[in-house]
């Protein structure tokens, strides 16, 4: 599979669990569906961001670093949004994300297919 295809399927797939996780903070629970629906969204456009990286650079190690800092990045941008109350959820949101973000980094690099075809 096209290693941006791939990271969009994986980043949706895999933004969903990351929003599940939102259910081991009780403060979070209530609005559950919205924070899987917007993971879903945020898997998603980091899939398509690090599969485009892996069609362009192909290394297993940049490819994982890479996914980790687009993971990070977009789950900061989420984090830093206040919730009720006031609070912030760096950890919660930053920790599942960054772990998306090097998985998917992984799977575009390794199982991708490369757009360069040997004959």
Do not use: C
């Not at 890479?66 to 984090?79: D, E, K, R, S």
């Amino acid at each position: 599979m096209n290693k941006v295809w791939l990271g969009l399927l994986i980043g949706g797939v895999l933004g969903i669990f990351d929003g599940l996780t939102a259910w081991f903070t009780p403060d979070a629970r209530a609005q559950l569906l919205t924070i899987v629906i917007g993971s879903s969204i945020k898997g998603l456009i980091a899939g398509v961001l690090i599969g485009y990286f892996a069609k362009k650079v192909n290394s297993l190690p940049l490819g994982v670093v890479f996914g980790l800092g687009i993971g990070l990045v977009l789950a900061f941008a989420v984090a830093a949004m206040p919730q009720p109350g006031g609070k912030h959820y760096y950890f919660e949101i930053m920790l599942p994300g960054g772990i998306v973000g090097m998985i998917v980094g992984y799977a575009t690099q390794r199982f991708g297919e490369s757009s360069l075809r040997t004959h």
